[in-house]
């Protein structure tokens, strides 16, 4: 009963508010103003703030709201592992198989103290061209043998 004379009262504030500011010339103010001041009663009018009402004193429905907070937590923890952990038990498996199975052999990265190889063979240099043959790529290309592409 305080919730709905409390609600009534703050529309006709509101509105009252919205009176002096039309006023004042300040029309479109005014309607903004007046038409947050009717959302309190229009609260009151559909049952809203009864209910609410009920439900704020309710032991139950805030233990109801409790366990729905607990089941959301639970529900963003799960997600949150699941994300960080790559996924569901047969990803996890597939993904270890194909790590074992392109693993490189332990002695493959060693180097081959037995035989003595001889340094890789280096393209022989080209010589330069005139300025101004048209080459505008020879720039690019010297930077590409240099890193062996």
Same mark, same amino acid.
């Not at 103010?29 to 009151?44: D, E, N």
């Given at each position: 009963?305080?919730?709905?004379? $409390? ?5 006709? =504030?509101?509105?009252?508010?919205a ?5 004042r ?7 903004r ?5 009717? $959302?309190p009663?229009?609260?009151v009018?559909t049952?809203v703030?009864?209910w ?21 937590l ?5 997600r949150a ?6 996924g ?5 498996k597939?993904?270890?198989a194909?790590a074992?199975?392109?693993a490189?052999a332990?002695?493959?990265?060693a180097?081959?103290?037995? @035989?003595?190889?001889?340094? =890789?063979a280096?393209?022989?240099? @080209?010589p ?10 020879s720039?690019i ?9």
């Amino acid at each position: 009963m305080i919730a709905e004379t $409390v609600c009534s009262a703050v529309s006709v =504030a509101g509105l009252g508010i919205a009176a002096v500011t039309a006023y004042r010339k300040r029309f479109l103010s005014a309607a903004r103003i007046a038409a947050y001041s009717l $959302v309190p009663i229009g609260l009151v009018m559909t049952g809203v703030v009864g209910w609410l009402a009920d439900t704020a004193f309710s032991p139950t429905a805030w233990a109801g709201f409790v366990v729905l907070g607990g089941a959301w937590l639970l529900f963003m923890i799960t997600r949150a592992v699941e994300r960080r952990g790559g996924g569901t038990r047969k990803e996890r498996k597939a993904a270890k198989a194909a790590a074992e199975r392109d693993a490189v052999a332990p002695a493959a990265s060693a180097p081959s103290l037995g @035989q003595a190889s001889r340094p =890789a063979a280096r393209p022989a240099a @080209q010589p330069r061209r005139a300025e101004g043959s048209g080459d505008d790529f020879s720039d690019i290309e010297a930077i590409l043998k240099k890193h062996g592409i």
